[in-house]
């Protein structure tokens, strides 16, 4: 069992950045590999971003290549998203995701999630 706690959200101009944080609760959080989902307004929810539990492989969707990099800090218990050069279609919920046996991508979820944090980029 791992709880999960997303923060970082906010409302930012496009060409912008932010960092979002999961924090989780739980020993063995260094065990989780962790993903980053979003859900548009009136949308599906979407993969965005994984990482592997030791951090040696990473996995984007094609929208975020190249602006998006996920980390992961397991002494702090933490996977970080950095988004930067924003765009308006980025605006969504963003939620993180934990999974012990796979790798998360599209159509592939992990069973523990947070509550999501909001993403608002103005253009």
């Known amino acids: 069992q791992v709880n999960l706690v997303e923060s970082g959200g906010g409302l930012v101009q496009a060409g912008g950045s932010l960092r979002l944080s999961c924090v989780a609760s739980?020993?063995?959080?260094?065990?989780?590999?962790v993903g980053w989902f979003r859900q548009p307004p009136g949308k599906e929810r979407e993969f965005v971003a994984a990482?592997?539990?030791?951090?040696?492989?990473?996995r984007y969707v094609d929208s975020v290549k190249g602006r998006f990099t996920i980390s992961r800090d397991n002494a702090k218990n933490t996977v970080y998203l950095q988004m930067n050069s924003l765009k308006p279609e980025d605006t969504a919920v963003y939620y993180c995701?934990?999974?012990?046996?796979?790798?998360?991508?599209?159509?592939?979820?992990?069973?523990?999630w947070g509550q999501g944090t909001q993403v608002t980029v103005s253009s």
């Open positions: 995701n934990a999974d012990q046996d796979f790798l998360q991508r599209k159509d592939r979820e992990g069973p523990y």
């Open positions: 739980g020993r063995t959080f260094s065990s989780y590999n």
């Open positions: 990482i592997s539990w030791r951090g040696t492989t990473t």
